[in-house]
């Protein structure tokens, strides 16, 4: 079997090494001439747990190779961004000119399969679009009688940090442009999934990968919205959700100081796109989630007066707990923000960065280690949840005064300084 994979990102190259894993001859297409080079050299350019000794076991072997030029296969995977333009509109650009380049070699028998992430309808616009370029094949959908190809829509679910795991165990919803793609498409899939693999329709299955990000935006959301009331009455939020989630049907997110990462904070505004009038819920919650990090900056500066001129440490730039990814993170705007404001004051903890971003380089803040920020800061805002954080012992940290936007410190005394009106801050 020959797979093209369409896009060497964050999902094009572990899915098209872990399908190289299977001894199929995988060629990965990028547009960036050093990604491939990278990749060839059995090097990645992306951090993901376990992936650089997987790629480089199956160039070594020979399975996988990439390429900046497409090749006739039998299996293409489109794997290419769909970021949003102007008032959050979709962009499916990429999309298109990666199914402009599978044209070009396509043949009858062939299967092409869409996993980004993608506004309802986008599998059928590819459908019409090779129809188009493609006049000598029958496409489904534009066609009478039995299709030489097979187009079909299923979208990966894995999570950061533990794609490779992710990629084989969960789960698949398989949508086809007509029930013959979605079958064919399932074939391909069984070759590594070991989950369930679900046949639908390729609609049904765009809906389903923007509802499930969705679910998790409204929720977290709710956690978000509920955090802000909480410090409003000096309750903690974290003691109350631990409580209400004993109830056996309520199960709420944990709050943070926004919603990162360029998923979640994305695909809901493809389902606002598709109809505005009918997804006050889903708007509500992106602005909600989107409005925590000016929230987090106000509170942070509250206890940043409380002392001033002390040191104040902010633990934490990614977007999530245990990853080196930074893209649409609300703990790095927080952070550049601080550091604006209070340049040199700041120290910036990461221990997945060896270097400040440059927005943070020219304010004058520092990269530190945990041991200096303990040694030195006694402020600390914790704005990620990284284990290394989460192991701090109360005795390092029981004198500081802490904005712990994660509750990884459940132990940590409140502090309520007499000179501000500042609420309790844990
Ligand atoms: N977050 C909270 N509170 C929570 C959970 C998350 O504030 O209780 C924040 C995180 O800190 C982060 C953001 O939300 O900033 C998103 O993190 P995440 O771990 O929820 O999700 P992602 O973006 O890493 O991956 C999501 C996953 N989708 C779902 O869980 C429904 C993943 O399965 C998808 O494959 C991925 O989006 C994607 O590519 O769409």
């Not at 044209?103 to 459908?127: C, F, M, N, R, Y």
């Not at 505005?276 to 992106?286: G, Y």
Request: glycine letters at 6%.
């Amino acid at each position: 079997l020959k797979v093209a994979v369409l896009g060497l990102g964050y999902i094009g190259l572990p899915t098209a090494a872990v399908i190289a894993r299977t001894g199929a001859m995988v060629l990965g297409i990028d547009v960036h001439q050093s990604v491939v080079d990278t990749i060839n050299a059995g090097k990645v350019h992306i951090e993901e747990v376990d992936l650089d000794g997987l790629v480089s076991g199956v160039i070594a072997r020979g399975t996988l190779r990439a390429s900046a030029q497409i090749e006739p296969s039998d299996v293409f995977v489109i794997a290419v961004p769909t970021p949003f333009g102007e008032n959050h509109a979709p962009n499916i650009g990429y999309v298109l000119q990666a199914a402009t380049t599978v044209a070009t070699v396509l043949k009858v028998g062939d299967t092409v399969i869409l996993e980004s992430t993608s506004p309802v309808g986008t599998t059928d616009k590819v459908a019409e679009l090779l129809a188009r370029l493609r006049p000598d094949l029958k496409v489904p959908g534009h066609c009478i009688g039995t299709a030489d190809l097979a187009i079909a829509y299923c979208p990966e679910r894995v999570l950061p940090g533990r794609i490779l795991v992710e990629l084989i165990e969960n789960d698949r919803v398989v949508g086809g442009i007509t029930p013959r793609c979605a079958r064919k498409a399932l074939q391909f899939y069984r070759r590594f999934v070991r989950g369930a693999c679900v046949t639908t329709s390729a609609k049904a299955a765009e809906m389903t990968k923007l509802t499930e990000n969705a679910f998790r935006d409204v929720n977290i959301a709710f956690a978000n919205e509920l955090s802000i009331v909480a410090d409003g009455m000096n309750i903690d939020i974290w003691e109350v959700i631990r409580l209400a989630n004993r109830h056996p049907r309520v199960n709420i997110l944990s709050p943070g100081p926004g919603v990162g990462g360029h998923c979640i904070a994305v695909d809901p505004w493809f389902l606002v796109a598709a109809d505005r009038e009918h997804t006050p819920l889903i708007r509500t919650a992106r602005e909600v989630n989107d409005g925590k990090v000016d929230y987090t900056v106000d509170r942070a500066e509250a206890l940043i007066a409380v002392l001033p001129n002390a040191p104040v440490a902010c633990l934490g730039l990614a977007f999530k707990a245990n990853i080196d990814d930074f893209r649409e993170s609300p703990a790095l705007h927080v952070a550049q923000e601080l550091a604006a404001r209070h340049g040199a004051r700041i120290k910036i903890v990461e221990p997945y960065a060896t270097e400040l971003p440059d927005a943070l380089v020219t304010t004058g803040a520092q990269l530190v280690d945990i041991d200096n920020a303990i040694e030195t800061c006694p402020i600390m805002i914790v704005l990620v949840d990284h284990d290394v954080f989460r192991s701090v012992p109360l005795a390092e940290r029981a004198d500081k005064l802490v904005y712990d936007t994660r509750g990884i410190w459940p132990d940590q005394p409140a502090r309520l300084p007499a000179t501000t009106s500042l609420r309790l801050i844990r």
